[in-house]
């Protein structure tokens, strides 16, 4: 289902992708030699612009499997620079992206990007979203390695970039992990879609976890949230049945920057926790023992 609005059209009568193209383009022949981790920093930097460029120009928004679940030419057009990039620039690596960027890996290094995270948020106007991408080794579904994430949140100008061998850095700081602290003194970051509203065990989790806990924010953006879990801002992040595009890019940055993350089987789902150790601790659990 698509909303009314046609597909925008750029200066000079160009498509967004065509955009995309030629951002790539200039991306390979300025900058194609970059290490993995000066690339993750130019990717989510440039798919960010070019996507808050397409919201300013017009967006044509499409719901994939519901009123709060979209996708806009932004989406695809970011997606499709990374691809593009990363076609030509890692050839031997994988590639998989929210939006169906595929590729198979024949190094055993996979790209998982989501380069609108927070698309809802987006649409919207707000400021609350941002591009992400993880570099892992083996299954992206369960990899036996994650070598990097990085986050950049445009509205803000910053950019994150680390993971378990790589210390977590904002815009080229090193993070410093804030004190430890349990669950009952924490900030938790989560998200519980209203469909498990209901009388359902994920939202008994959800409630078992918040109530100890100091106080909750709910904003819409798993990589957002994450990053601002690595850099002090959260001490607990939890959410359940999590794509490994909304997973893996924080996961790195929250264990680059000395947090811990966990993921506990409960109530026929897996629930995802990351922040300051004593937190994760706790509510895993409260998760246990609930469900």
């Not at 929210?98 to 809802?120: I, Q």
């Not at 850095?169 to 804030?178: H, V």
């Not at 992040?237 to 999590?242: A, D, F, I």
């Amino acid at each position: 289902m698509s909303d009314t609005q046609d597909s925008p059209t750029l200066p000079g009568g160009h498509s967004p992708l065509e955009l995309a193209d030629a951002m790539a383009k200039t991306q390979l022949a300025a900058h194609g030699d970059r290490d993995d981790e000066g690339l993750a920093r130019d990717l989510v930097l440039n798919a960010g612009r070019l996507a808050w460029r397409l919201r300013e120009i017009g967006l044509s928004v499409d719901h994939k499997t519901g009123l709060t679940d979209v996708v806009t030419d932004a989406d695809r057009a970011a997606e499709h620079f990374v691809s593009r990039v990363l076609s030509e620039a890692r050839p031997d690596d994988g590639i998989v992206g929210e939006e169906g960027a595929a590729a198979k890996s024949s190094s055993g290094r996979t790209w998982v990007v989501d380069p609108v995270d927070g698309t809802f948020n987006f649409t919207r106007g707000s400021d609350y979203w941002c591009s992400a991408l993880a570099l892992v080794e083996g299954d992206p579904d369960n990899p036996e390695r994650i070598i990097l994430g990085a986050v950049h949140r445009t509205a803000m100008g910053y950019t994150w970039l680390g993971g378990p061998e790589i210390p977590t850095t904002r815009d080229g700081k090193r993070l410093n992990a804030p004190a430890d602290v349990p669950l009952e003194e924490a900030a938790v970051a989560t998200y519980l879609d209203p469909k498990f509203l209901g009388d359902t065990p994920q939202r008994r989790g959800y409630e078992a976890v918040v109530a100890r806990a100091a106080t909750q924010r709910m904003l819409g953006a798993g990589s957002v949230d994450l990053a601002d879990t690595a850099s002090g801002g959260h001490d607990l992040w939890l959410q359940h049945t999590v794509t490994s595009w909304d997973w893996l890019p924080g996961r790195a940055l929250v264990e680059g920057a000395g947090g811990t993350t966990r993921t506990v089987e409960a109530a026929g789902v897996s629930w995802r926790l990351a922040g300051r150790p004593r937190a994760v601790e706790d509510a895993a659990r409260v998760l246990e023992w609930v469900l």
